[in-house]
Structures are given as structure tokens and as C-alpha cells.
């Protein structure tokens, strides 16, 4: 049976300090044998490839997150370069553009130039977004782009066709737990199989019935059973295709 893959979570964060090898643990009893880990900012950087070098099945992959816009500097984007010439890195992210967040401008300017890096570079990209879904899948059309990953998607059957026409994948997370949801439920459930892999963003987007506490990435299982009561397919169908996508997607030797 295929194991499966977390493929966005924020181990480094603060929040897992105190028992980050005992929550590994956890995930690696489940079953998730996989980790990719997104960057933030280029205070992140040396950290995670600590942590990687520490922790085994841990991938990294670097970016500026619009969250942080006001501690980005555009020579930050030179950095990011060299970081990813020292090799290691599965994916250029968590990059994107959030209209809750200040600086638009800047926001953009760094989110077009590092859709470039990722191309110069030849990796996927990891995208946030936030009410500006159409706006970033034009950018990403403009650069050429045709892999990466829509982080946390949250959009309708159309907006989410065209992404999968694009050639990117659609991260599937906490969010089909919620009865609630049914949009996104809805989409989720009529898209191509080949299209989908498995996040939680632990410690962020807990699932229903853990709101208020911190998410880590044992609890994919719950996103797992989620996505197979929407899908027509059988768990072992749907396991197996989750293991393929992310692999191909991340290029993971495993």
C-alpha cells in the first residue's frame, strides 16, 4: 500500500519546537513517510536545511511568502538564486499574492520575479493565494509556468479547471472536512485524479472537529478519508495516485 505524502507543512515554525521528533513520529506511524516543506522568508532558509539534514524525508522548498511583505527586500530574490543553486530545493515556495495583506505592488513584483526564478531553475512552484486566484494563474500563464502546486485550494469547478488545464495541481487540505465547504467539496470531488495532492499546513488549517488547535501532519489521514468519501474511485486507487502526483510533482527520489 502506498504511502502517503504531506506536502505542505511548516515544521520549522516555532510551535513544533518543543516536540518536533515526537510529532515526526506520529506522522511516520500513520504512514506519511514524506514531508515538503515550504519556506517563508530568508530568515527560514538556513533553518530548514538544518532541519532537513537532521530529519529524514525532509524537503525543502524556498520563497517569500506575501505574509511576511514587509520584511522582504528585493535583494532577497538574489538570495533566494543562490539558495536554490546549492541544490536540495523541490520547489520554488510558498510564494503568492493575498489582497488581506499590505504592499500589492511589491507583492507582485517579487511574485513575477520568482515565477522567473522558478523557471530559470527548472522547479515547480508553491502558490498562496487569497481572493486572487485569477490574477496569479494570469501572471503564471505570462511566465511560461505549466507545474506547480494551488495551496489550500478554495475555488470553484472553473477556476480550478483551468488550473489543472494549466498543468498545475490543486493541494487538497482541512478545509473538504467541513461539511460546509461545499464548493470546494464539490470540486475537489470532479476533478481528474492526476491533479490532486494531500497538505495539511500544519500548524495551520486544522481539521474539523480539531478547530483551535494546532494541526500537524498525522491528521492527513482525516483529509484522506475526506477526499475518498467525495471521489468514485476505491482508497487504494486514490492512495496510490496521491504517491504518483506528489512524486512526480517534487521529483522525489522515493
Known amino acids: 500500500m502506498a504511502a502517503l505524502i504531506d506536502t505542505h507543512c511548516h515544521l ?63 535583494s532577497d530574490l538574489e538570495q533566494l538564486s543562490i539558495e536554490l543553486g546549492k541544490g536540495g530545493a523541490v520547489a520554488v515556495g510558498e510564494i503568492g499574492l493575498d489582497a488581506t495583506c499590505e504592499a500589492m505592488d511589491k507583492q507582485r513584483q517579487l511574485l513575477q520575479a520568482q515565477l522567473q526564478i522558478a523557471v530559470d531553475f527548472d522547479l515547480p512552484v508553491i502558490l498562496h493565494h487569497r481572493k486572487t486566484l485569477d490574477e496569479i494563474l494570469k501572471m503564471v500563464r505570462d511566465s511560461g509556468l505549466t507545474r506547480g502546486v494551488v495551496h489550500a485550494f478554495s475555488g470553484s469547478q472553473q477556476q480550478a479547471e483551468a488550473w489543472v488545464e494549466q498543468g498545475f495541481s490543486l493541494g487538497v ?34 481539521t474539523c472537529g ?35 502526483n506528489s512524486r512526480r510533482l517534487f521529483n522525489l527520489n522515493c
Open 12 to 74: 520549522n515554525f516555532t510551535e513544533f519546537d518543543d516536540d518536533r521528533a515526537e510529532m515526526l513520529m506520529r506522522a511516520h506511524q500513520v504512514g506519511v513517510t514524506h514531508l515538503v516543506v515550504p519556506g517563508v522568508s530568508k530568515a527560514s532558509w538556513a533553518q530548514q536545511r538544518n532541519f532537513a539534514r537532521h530529519y529524514q524525508n525532509w524537503h525543502n522548498a524556498f520563497g517569500l511568502h506575501p505574509y511576511f511583505i514587509a520584511e522582504h527586500q528585493h
Open 210 to 244: 480539531k478547530q483551535g488547535q494546532r494541526n500537524e501532519p498525522s491528521y492527513i489521514t482525516r483529509v484522506f478519508d475526506a477526499l475518498c468519501s467525495l471521489r468514485s474511485e476505491s482508497p487504494e486507487v486514490v492512495r496510490e495516485a496521491l504517491w504518483q
Open 173 to 206: 487540505g482541512g478545509v473538504i472536512t467541513y461539511t460546509r465547504a461545499r464548493k470546494t467539496r464539490a470540486a475537489i470531488g470532479a476533478l481528474p485524479l492526476h491533479a490532486l495532492l494531500l497538505e495539511t499546513d500544519s500548524p495551520d488549517m486544522p
